[in-house]
């Protein structure tokens, strides 16, 4: 077993609240910077800018986590993740086909940056990213399970778009394995609130949900995995089953 230091949400230039300087390059740099071994890149209903991520991820010797922070029909912000790069994009494929296309206004909500080789930006997502899909809850947790990945709900700690202000409390259904909390020091008092949360015994994870560069968690979130005979997809298959509370 070996100790590992995660940021399983960050936003990259692509998710239109995210600054222009969140590319893949500098997302990862940071990560490495602020002592972290795992990082996700999660960008709000879309995975396109994940490709980049991986090759700089690679370069800087960080393990990259293809995910994405799905906006469901409920309003809900849900993190899913994912095992490789491909199963990432082809849920983005599918959740392309839920987005509503509005056009998005930069000057109002922000650029939406594609971004290629060596940080370079190769073009502009053109339809607002940030809008709900059509995709319930429900839905989004089987449609990410279907394809070998972990589905849960995001900063649940908060008022803006967390399942439990958005539905008055933490439902028992779908069944998710996991939740996040954006301040981990929330934890305790969550618990008190939402016996489900503790009768379910759910994982819980402290992620940044950053924006900018200084958003990076600097401490990271300690995750325990088993890791023997090491490799970086391993490791990935190993933290996707923690999350699902899968034991080997």
């Not at 991986?54 to 799905?70: D, N, S, V, W």
């Amino acid at each position: 077993m070996s100790r590992y230091l995660t940021d399983l949400h960050i936003h990259s230039c692509l998710s239109p609240c995210g600054d222009d300087e969140m590319t893949p390059g500098n997302i990862a740099g940071m990560a490495i910077l602020n002592g972290l071994q795992i990082a996700a890149l999660t960008d709000h209903n879309t995975a396109k800018n994940c490709p980049a991520f991986f090759r700089a991820a690679k370069g800087y010797g960080l393990i990259p986590i293809a995910g994405m922070e799905l906006t469901t029909a409920e309003d809900i912000h849900a993190v899913c993740l994912f095992r490789d790069l491909e199963s990432a994009l082809d849920f983005d494929r599918f959740v392309e086909t839920k987005r509503m296309p509005i056009r998005n206004k930069p000057a109002i909500f922000g650029n939406q940056l594609l971004i290629g080789d060596n940080d370079e930006v190769i073009g502009e997502e053109e339809n607002l990213l940030i809008y709900a899909t059509s995709l319930s809850l429900d839905e989004a947790h089987s449609e990410v399970l279907a394809r070998g990945g972990v589905c849960y709900p995001a900063h649940i700690d908060r008022s803006s778009n967390g399942i439990i202000s958005m539905l008055g409390d933490f439902p028992p259904e779908p069944e998710f394995t996991a939740f996040e909390l954006n301040r981990a020091s929330a934890l305790d008092q969550c618990l008190q609130r939402h016996a489900v949360l503790s009768g379910r015994h759910l994982v819980h994870v402290a992620a940044s949900d950053a924006h900018t560069l200084t958003d990076i968690s600097e401490e990271g979130f300690a995750i325990e995995l088993d890791d023997e005979p090491y490799s970086s997809r391993l490791v990935t298959n190993r933290l996707i089953d923690y999350l699902l509370k899968q034991e080997h």
